[in-house]
């Protein structure tokens, strides 16, 4: 998979991934507005271009409080997301070049109050969903939110992802209807975080072809 082409898909309004892009970017907004006062700290797994905050971050007013971690593995992405961040002046978008299944990529940043996990849940298996899901207990902070995407596609794991969400201490704070094939979902954690493991791999990205194929 060219994973760097796989962005076009982000500039066809009409597509279902430009759709849920907007969806992602307006929950990142609110997540921000909420933010109590002082430093905000977001990471972001798997973050690809970095469209998801940097469509955001430099016209938002707590611009200037974030200090974020984008973590990505494509090359290309990585150049292309480092670059919007320093055009828009974001001195503190730190974008890391890595797997972002490695727990190591995120020391220092954790708990974060925001975790954005978009484009992961539908190119690993469903056992790295969960185990993903569990480590958001390391990555977020107490009142923090998770923002997360997954397909809607047969078979629809929306509802099982909420349910192990729900089971580790968050909030179910906002779902998009089943209308929208690609679903966005906010969680908010009410628990404790556990220590950051370093060292630890949570999963193995497959990619949505290979999956299906399997299937």
Not at 94 to 121: K, N, Q, S
Not at 133 to 146: E, M, P
Request: charged residues 30%.
């Amino acid at each position: 998979m060219d994973w760097h082409k796989w962005h076009d898909r982000y500039d066809s309004p009409e597509s279902p991934l430009a759709r849920r892009l907007l969806m992602v970017q307006e929950r990142v907004r609110l997540a921000l507005d909420d933010c109590s006062a002082g430093p905000v700290r977001v990471v972001s797994v798997c973050a690809g271009q970095g469209r998801d905050l940097l469509g955001v971050l430099p016209g938002h007013p707590r611009r200037r409080d974030v200090r974020a971690r984008l973590v990505e593995l494509d090359p290309e992405n990585v150049a292309l997301a480092a670059e919007a961040a320093r055009a828009a002046g974001l001195d503190e978008v730190d974008v890391v070049a890595g797997d972002a299944a490695l727990l190591d990529h995120y020391e220092g940043m954790t708990p974060a109050d925001i975790v954005l996990v978009c484009g992961v849940f539908g190119n690993i298996a469903d056992p790295d969903i969960e185990r993903t899901i569990d480590a958001c207990t390391q990555l977020c902070r107490s009142g923090g939110r998770v923002i997360w995407t997954r397909n809607r596609k047969d078979p629809d794991r929306v509802p099982l992802i909420c349910e192990w969400f729900e089971g580790r201490g968050f909030e179910r704070e906002w779902v998009s209807g089943q209308e929208q094939l690609q679903a966005v979902g906010v969680h908010r954690f009410g628990g404790r975080p556990v220590p950051l493991q370093p060292g630890v791999r949570i999963f193995d990205f497959v990619g949505y072809d290979k999956l299906r194929s399997a299937g």
